[in-house]
């Protein structure tokens, strides 16, 4: 007699995914996620195509619309120099997004090698970045934003650098914290005992393990940073006039709240709208990419 082997077809291909598509698959199916994600999408496309779509110049002043309620000819009103508020508002979305985008990006370029370099060295060096990482940390971050950001003159430049050198201690203790779980791990040693250099099992080994958990930060904080800068172009510190912020619009509009609240209607909502998302798209990326998640 011969054996008749049989093979039994796969007809569940879920652990034959890679990571990335599982958490991809894992995030489409959180429906809040895909919504923050989906009205993030909206600002980031309007604030490209700015110049397409706003129907007038927003730094155009008119004196005789001055404050005028919404209308087919200027749907969200106009502001107390006649300038449109829809376009004020779209080119506004230029600097919110910039600010949070190159905020967080400084923090992770000074953050993420200092957290490695104290996580896998330890020793002095651990405890001379730990300790000044702390003492960063006394302070509230707003108060260090607006604190460095006095110190470095009002500009939207300027703004964007104390938020991410503010921001920084956060991605240096998260990143800390992550290497020390990691550099325990089986294939870590394995590296280290083939010879690896250091920065080789820092970069190659450790990094692409923990960028998970710097994604989802980095979500979370570009909604933070966005915060950040509309509080300092409100106190005058970021986003200089005549150009757009929503900062510095609610800092025109709280003079006019009975008259024209619609002045500080829609800049106050594109910000709630904004980081809302962002922080939907955080929560949700945190849960797709929880390794626990089956």
């Not at 370029?109 to 060295?121: F, Q």
């Not at 970069?203 to 989802?216: G, R, Y």
Request: hydrophobic letters at 55%.
């Amino acid at each position: 007699m011969t054996a008749v082997l049989t093979t039994t077809p796969i007809t569940d291909t879920g652990e034959l995914d890679s990571p990335a598509r599982r958490a991809r698959r894992r995030l489409f199916k959180r429906k809040a996620a895909v919504a923050g994600l989906v009205v993030l999408i909206v600002f980031i496309l309007l604030a490209l195509l700015a110049p397409l779509l706003v129907p007038y110049d927003p730094i155009a002043t008119g004196w005789s619309l001055v404050r005028k309620p919404p209308t087919t000819a200027h749907w969200f009103g106009t502001d107390e120099l006649g300038r449109d508020i829809l376009s004020r508002v779209i080119y506004g979305a230029r600097a919110s997004l910039l600010a949070g985008l190159i905020s967080v990006a400084i923090a992770l370029g000074i953050g993420v090698p200092l957290g490695l370099v104290s996580g896998y060295r330890g020793g002095f060096v651990d405890a001379l970045i730990s300790r000044i990482t702390d003492a960063m940390l006394a302070c509230p971050f707003l108060i260090l934003a607006i604190a460095l950001a006095a110190f470095l003159g009002p500009s939207l430049g300027n703004a964007m650098i104390a938020i991410g050198i503010s921001a920084t201690p956060v991605f240096i203790r998260l990143t800390r914290g992550q290497v020390l779980s990691v550099k325990a791990e089986d294939y870590v040693e394995a590296a280290r005992a083939l010879g690896n250099p250091d920065w080789r099992i820092a970069v190659s080994h450790i990094l692409p393990n923990i960028l998970p958990a710097l994604l989802v930060q980095a979500t979370l904080s570009i909604a933070a940073a966005i915060i950040a800068e509309a509080a300092l172009s409100f106190l005058g510190l970021g986003q200089q006039p005549p150009s757009p912020s929503w900062g510095s619009m609610l800092n025109a509009a709280q003079r006019f709240l009975t008259q024209a609240p619609w002045m500080a209607i829609w800049p106050g909502l594109a910000i709630f709208l904004v980081v809302l998302s962002l922080n939907l798209l955080g929560d949700g990326l945190r849960d797709a990419l929880d390794p626990r998640q089956r």
